[in-house]
C-alpha cells in the first residue's frame, strides 16, 4: 500500500491525462490529496509529545526519525517552498526514512503529516501535523565545476578559499577540457592567473585533451603580458599541441599581430610546421590573418618557396583559399626579389671584373 500511494503522488495532472491505464492510480492519489490538503478530518489534533531527531547528513540528504503517532499507518514528509508552498518529498510507513534529492549546504524546513485510511477505505484522513522540523545538508567539497565558475566570474577571493580547501583542484580541467590556469587565461583574469601560479600550476599543460599549452592559450587571446611571465616561468614557445602547432601558430590563426611581433622577438621558429606541414606564413594565409601580419612574417624572412604536405606553397594556398590581396604581395615580393638578386649578381659580376681585368 506504502509504495502505491508513494508512486501515485508522483504524477502530476498533465501525466495522469496521457497515461489512462493509470487511472486508478490517479482515483488514489485524489482520494489523498483532496482529504489531507483539506485538513478536514474533524478527529484531527496537535501531535503531541512530538520528538524528531534529524542524522546522517549527506550533501544532498537526510535521515529523519520521528516519535509515532497512534492510529497512523503511513507518513508523508513534506518540504516547505517559499512560492509553492508545502510539498510532498517522501512516504513512509515507520521511522526513520532517508529524504534524497535535497538542495546542498541548505537549511530545509520539514513536517510530518500522520495519515490513517477512512472506515470506508474511500480515502485518507490527517490525524496529526508534526511541528516544522529544520534539517541542514551538508557542503561539498569545491568541485572543478564550481572552479570553473568562479574563474569566469572573476572571483579571486573565492578561488584562493577553494583552492586551500581542495588544493588538488589545479590538477583536474574543467567540463570545457581546460585546467584552471588555462582557463583563467581564456578569461584574461590577471589576479586569478597569480593566484593559480602561487598555487603550483603547471606552466606545460593547459588542455590534457588536445596538448595546448597555456602559452598556446596566451597567444591565441593575445595576453601579452600573461605570456611574458609564462616564458619567464620556462614555458616551452616551441611546445606543440596534438595539431603540430607552436603558440605562434595559434597567434595566426587569432590575427594577433602585437603576440606574433612578440612571439619573433623572442626566437620563435618561424619555419615551425604543424600536422598539415603548415609554416606560419602557409597558416596566417589559409586562417584569413590580416595582410599586415603576413607582412611582418614576410618581413623577418619567412620562406615563399615552402611547400605544404600537398606541394603547395603560400602563393598556390592564397590562390586556393581566394586571398587576393595576399596574393598580389607575394607576387610584388617575388619579382622584387628576382629583381635584386640579379642587381646582386650583376654588381657581384662587375666587382669580379674590375679585380681581375685580365679576363677580358
Same mark, same amino acid.
Given at each position: 500500500?506504502?509504495?502505491?500511494?508513494?508512486?501515485?503522488?508522483?504524477?502530476?495532472?498533465?501525466?495522469?491525462?496521457?497515461?489512462?491505464?493509470?487511472?486508478?492510480?490517479?482515483?488514489?492519489?485524489?482520494?489523498?490529496?483532496?482529504?489531507?490538503?483539506?485538513?478536514?478530518?474533524?478527529?484531527?489534533?496537535?501531535?503531541?509529545?512530538f @520528538?524528531?531527531q534529524?542524522?546522517?547528513?549527506?550533501?544532498?540528504?537526510?535521515?529523519?526519525?520521528?516519535?509515532?503517532?497512534?492510529?497512523?499507518?503511513?507518513?508523508? #514528509?513534506?518540504?516547505?517552498?517559499?512560492?509553492?508552498?508545502?510539498?510532498?518529498?517522501v512516504?513512509?510507513?515507520?521511522?526513520?526514512?532517508? #529524504?534524497?534529492?535535497? @538542495?546542498?549546504?541548505?537549511?530545509?524546513?520539514?513536517?510530518i503529516?500522520?495519515?490513517?485510511?477512512? /472506515?470506508?477505505?474511500?480515502?485518507?484522513?490527517?490525524?496529526?501535523?508534526s511541528?516544522?522540523?529544520?534539517?541542514?545538508? @551538508?557542503?561539498?567539497?569545491?568541485?572543478?565545476?564550481?572552479?570553473?565558475?568562479?574563474?569566469?566570474?572573476?572571483q579571486?577571493?573565492?578561488?584562493?578559499? *577553494?583552492?586551500?580547501?581542495?588544493?588538488?583542484? #589545479?590538477?583536474?580541467?574543467?567540463?570545457?577540457?581546460?585546467?584552471?590556469?588555462?582557463n583563467?587565461?581564456?578569461?584574461?583574469? *590577471?589576479?586569478?592567473?597569480?593566484?593559480?601560479?602561487?598555487?603550483?600550476?603547471s606552466?606545460?599543460? !593547459?588542455?590534457? !585533451?588536445?596538448?595546448?599549452?597555456?602559452l598556446?592559450?596566451?597567444?591565441?587571446?593575445?595576453?601579452?603580458?600573461?605570456?611574458? #611571465?609564462?616564458?619567464?616561468?620556462?614555458?616551452?614557445?616551441?611546445?606543440?599541441?596534438?595539431?603540430? *602547432?607552436?603558440p605562434a601558430?595559434?597567434?595566426?590563426?587569432?590575427?594577433?599581430?602585437?603576440? *606574433?611581433?612578440?612571439?619573433? @622577438?623572442?626566437?620563435?621558429?618561424?619555419?615551425?610546421?604543424?600536422?598539415?606541414?603548415?609554416?606560419?606564413?602557409?597558416?596566417?594565409?589559409?586562417?584569413?590573418?590580416?595582410?599586415?601580419?603576413?607582412?611582418?612574417?614576410v618581413?623577418?624572412?619567412?620562406?615563399l618557396?615552402?611547400?605544404? !604536405?600537398?606541394?603547395?606553397?603560400?602563393?598556390?594556398?592564397?590562390?586556393?583559399?581566394?586571398?587576393?590581396?595576399?596574393?598580389?604581395?607575394?607576387?610584388?615580393?617575388? /619579382?622584387?626579389?628576382?629583381?635584386?638578386?640579379?642587381?646582386?649578381?650583376?654588381?657581384?659580376?662587375?666587382e669580379?671584373? /674590375?679585380?681581375?681585368?685580365?679576363?677580358?
Amino acid at each position: 500500500m506504502f509504495q502505491n500511494i508513494n508512486n501515485n503522488h508522483e504524477q502530476d495532472t498533465e501525466t495522469e491525462k496521457q497515461q489512462p491505464e493509470s487511472q486508478i492510480q490517479n482515483q488514489c492519489d485524489n482520494k489523498i490529496d483532496n482529504q489531507s490538503e483539506r485538513d478536514s478530518n474533524p478527529n484531527q489534533t496537535n501531535w503531541a509529545n512530538f @520528538e524528531s531527531q534529524v542524522f546522517g547528513q549527506t550533501v544532498y540528504g537526510v535521515s529523519l526519525e520521528w516519535s509515532p503517532y497512534d492510529n497512523a499507518c503511513v507518513y508523508s #514528509i513534506e518540504r516547505y517552498h517559499k512560492r509553492h508552498g508545502w510539498q510532498q518529498l517522501v512516504w513512509s510507513s515507520t521511522s526513520p526514512v532517508d #529524504i534524497p534529492n535535497l @538542495e546542498e549546504n541548505f537549511a530545509h524546513r520539514l513536517r510530518i503529516k500522520a495519515l490513517q485510511q477512512a /472506515k470506508d477505505g474511500s480515502c485518507y484522513l490527517t490525524l496529526a501535523i508534526s511541528p516544522d522540523v529544520i534539517a541542514c545538508t @551538508e557542503a561539498a567539497l569545491p568541485s572543478t565545476s564550481c572552479l570553473n565558475r568562479a574563474i569566469r566570474k572573476g572571483q579571486q577571493f573565492l578561488v584562493k578559499r *577553494m583552492l586551500r580547501r581542495r588544493p588538488s583542484l #589545479i590538477e583536474y580541467p574543467a567540463p570545457n577540457g581546460y585546467l584552471p590556469l588555462a582557463n583563467a587565461i581564456v578569461q584574461g583574469e *590577471m589576479c586569478i592567473f597569480d593566484v593559480l601560479l602561487s598555487a603550483g600550476c603547471s606552466v606545460q599543460l !593547459g588542455n590534457p !585533451g588536445n596538448g595546448r599549452t597555456p602559452l598556446h592559450i596566451a597567444f591565441y587571446y593575445g595576453h601579452l603580458p600573461i605570456s611574458r #611571465i609564462l616564458l619567464n616561468k620556462k614555458a616551452q614557445l616551441e611546445a606543440v599541441d596534438s595539431n603540430g *602547432m607552436t603558440p605562434a601558430h595559434c597567434a595566426a590563426d587569432a590575427d594577433q599581430l602585437e603576440m *606574433m611581433k612578440f612571439a619573433l @622577438e623572442s626566437g620563435a621558429n618561424l619555419e615551425a610546421r604543424d600536422a598539415c606541414g603548415w609554416t606560419l606564413l602557409m597558416r596566417a594565409v589559409v586562417m584569413d590573418a590580416s595582410l599586415e601580419l603576413i607582412k611582418l612574417l614576410v618581413t623577418h624572412g619567412a620562406d615563399l618557396a615552402a611547400v605544404d !604536405g600537398v606541394g603547395k606553397n603560400c602563393r598556390d594556398l592564397a590562390k586556393l583559399y581566394r586571398r587576393d590581396q595576399a596574393l598580389d604581395y607575394f607576387d610584388k615580393v617575388q /619579382k622584387f626579389r628576382l629583381e635584386k638578386a640579379a642587381a646582386t649578381a650583376d654588381a657581384e659580376a662587375r666587382e669580379a671584373q /674590375k679585380q681581375d681585368p685580365d679576363t677580358n
